[in-house]
T-cell receptor
Framework: SAVISQKPSRDICQRGTSLTIQCQVD?????MFWYRQQPGQSLTLIAT?????????ESGFVIDKFPISRPNLTFSTLTVSNMSPEDSSIYLC????????????FGPGTRLTVT | DQQVKQNSPSLSVQEGRISILNCDYT??????FLWYKKYPAEGPTFLIS?????DKNEDGRFTVFLNKSAKHLSLHIVPSQPGDSAVYFC????????????FGKGITLSVRP
């Protein structure tokens, strides 16, 4: 398994500002993902961030709004830029691991409220 | 268009009885399915998975059944315990290099003592 920590756990931010969320994994992993869970909704994949390559964004998400860094195999950051109240969500970091089968492990999430 | 559907938003069962959580999918390319449990203020926790080459996978009190022809899977929890009360997400993957997951909206399970 993989143990994932995220910072901050929660934040309240003003409209127009940016927040960078950090994700730290206790082991080296190639595949890392960033998800968003809006209130009452499912988890939606924002982007895949594999070390050594540019992040791949899903439809509806762009790099200017959600820049991602992946400097090594244990760490990644997601920035939510120029925030609006619609960005209020839980943001989750996840890693993909192949053991006997494929599993994805999730961090505890960052609860963001934009006022 | 929701590719993974959990049509029942909630389920309430008595402690000791069976909980059956259902999930339907529309994308025939999905070949790997996972169930997650989520408590408030925590990230989802992996429970059990099943590959499309199987129709059943068991792990302790948790069993997942897959009916490929119906594009339907279900999670059975026997016996249900109060600590099982949580939101359960079904997720699907088409496999491949990035194995990204598509999630359903979740089912809130309440197990009554």
């Amino acid at each position: 398994s993989a143990v994932i920590s995220q910072k901050p756990s929660r934040d309240i931010c003003q409209r127009g500002t940016s927040l960078t969320i950090q994700c730290q994994v206790d082991s080296q992993v190639t595949m890392m993902f960033w998800y968003r869970q809006q209130p009452g909704q499912s988890l939606t994949l924002i982007a895949t961030a594999n070390q050594g390559s540019e992040a791949t964004y899903e439809s509806g998400f762009v790099i200017d709004k959600f820049p991602i860094s992946r400097p090594n195999l244990t760490f990644s950051t997601l920035t939510v830029s120029n925030m609006s109240p619609e960005d209020s969500s839980i943001y989750l970091c996840s890693v993909g691991v192949w053991v006997l089968h494929y599993e994805q492990y999730f961090g505890p999430g960052t609860r963001l409220t934009v006022t | 268009d929701q590719q993974v559907k959990q049509n029942s938003p909630s389920l309430s069962v008595q402690e000791g009885r069976i909980s059956i959580l259902n999930c339907d999918y529309t994308n025939s390319m999905f070949d790997y399915f996972l169930w997650y449990k989520k408590y408030p203020a925590e990230g989802p926790t992996f429970l059990i998975s099943i590959s499309s080459i199987k129709d059943k996978n068991e792990d302790g009190r948790f069993t997942v059944f897959l009916n490929k022809s119906a594009k339907h899977l279900s999670l059975h929890i026997v016996p249900s315990q109060p600590g099982d009360s949580a939101v359960y997400f079904c997720a699907a993957s088409g496999g491949g290099a990035n194995s990204k997951l598509t999630f359903g909206k979740g089912i809130t399970l309440s197990v009554r003592p």
